[in-house]
């Protein structure tokens, strides 16, 4: 793959936005060039300095926690800016296209959708697994991105290493394996295989695991040369001070984050045990992410129903291949208690 050749060649150009803290990185002296206020902010916390525009105290703690060169690092307003900027530099509107394998994660879709770039589908088997022939026959010389989302959304399962393998062998353009629920799976992140692959992004998120979906922060990882375009193409000061200091104090505390993700999937286990013994539940897809896709008798019934009790689930019953199915948020052990209450009791009704 030759990654300036995919890229879009008005931005091979472009000469990015120099912040002021592109300019000066010194962290000492007088600032007086980036027209902020020196007085301070109307908040009893400071925030009157803009944020470092790299992250470099973040990803050099992610850096050492996955065992990847900061320079392969990007960080995101969440997953969905480096989704967006993904599409911005690789595929051209009107002309080129993206490729999905729903169901799966809406964004890419709305993503390549707003960018007016085309969007190819190609199903899903029935099992849910992912047929490498059939992406790969799907996919075009205009086709720039192929997003894979494992384990997926809305489905919990994971793709098969060979089949991923298999599409990043042999497609020319770039690969994403969306790893948003990869710490709730019991497997090994494709960060492993980047210096296998210049064609793969990884993405991984705040948003699950780590509890810290209102801070919007979301990593992709690819190679260097990669990453640094991204960085040209990003808003300058894309994560603010307060996410990259909570981002901070989190990777400090990795232990909390492996807690959670025990606790989240011995639920997910009491949860799938309780759930199939219902008379009205037809089948739980096994899961590897810290939700349940589940397939019930009467979808729309039995969503209304949560509902007025003031239980949310998603409702996923239109989505193409699973028909019939809610998806359920392993919750903690009282909200998964009060979920199969009134389960139990919609089958006395
Ligand atoms: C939740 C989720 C994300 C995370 O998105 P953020 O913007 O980081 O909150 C990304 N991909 C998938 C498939 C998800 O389900």
């Known amino acids: 793959m030759n990654l300036e050749s995919l890229i879009r060649p008005h931005l091979l150009a472009l000469k990015p936005y120099s912040s002021a803290r592109d300019e000066y990185t010194g962290k000492e002296g007088i600032f007086l060039d980036a027209n ?33 060169d900061p320079s392969c690092i990007f960080l995101g307003n969440g997953s969905d800016e480096p989704i967006d900027l993904l599409i911005r530099l690789f595929c051209e509107p009107g002309t080129d296209s993206i490729l999905i394998t729903p169901p799966t994660y809406g964004m890419y879709a709305v993503s390549a959708g707003i960018h007016r770039v085309g969007i190819k589908e190609v199903v899903l088997e029935p099992d849910f697994s992912l047929s490498a022939p059939n992406v790969l026959n799907a996919a075009d010389p205009l086709t720039k991105i192929i997003f894979l989302c494992s384990p997926n959304n809305p489905t919990g399962n994971l793709l098969s290493k060979e089949s991923i393998r298999q599409v990043l062998h042999n497609f020319h353009g770039i690969v994403v394996v969306d790893e948003a629920y990869i710490d709730f799976a019991e497997t090994q992140s494709w960060i492993h295989a980047l210096s296998e692959f210049p064609n793969l992004v990884v993405l991984q998120t705040f948003s699950k695991a780590w509890g810290m979906a209102a801070l919007r922060l979301g990593m992709a990882f690819g190679s260097r040369a990669l990453i640094g375009f991204l960085n040209k193409i990003k808003p300058p000061y894309n994560i603010n001070a307060v996410t990259q200091q909570l981002a901070i104090e989190a990777l400090g505390n990795h232990t909390a ?21 219902l008379p009205f539940v037809l089948k739980i897809v096994p899961s590897e992410a810290n939700f349940l896709l589940v397939k019930v008798k009467e979808p729309k019934l039995l969503y209304r129903y949560l509902a007025n009790g003031h239980i949310i ?18 919750g903690t052990p009282a909200d998964n208690k009060a979920l199969l209450k009134a389960l139990r009791e919609f089958t006395e009704s």
């Open 36 to 68: 902020e206020n020196s007085f301070g902010s109307a908040t009893h916390q400071l925030y009157n300095r803009y944020p470092d525009p790299y992250q470099h105290e973040v990803k050099a703690l992610i850096a050492k926690l996955k065992g990847i």
């Open 257 to 277: 984050m492996n807690t959670f993700v025990k606790q989240i999937i011995e639920e997910r286990k009491h949860l799938e045990e309780q759930l199939i013994s």
């Open 313 to 330: 689930v998603r409702d996923r019953s239109l989505v193409q291949l699973c028909e019939g199915c809610l998806r359920i948020t392993v």
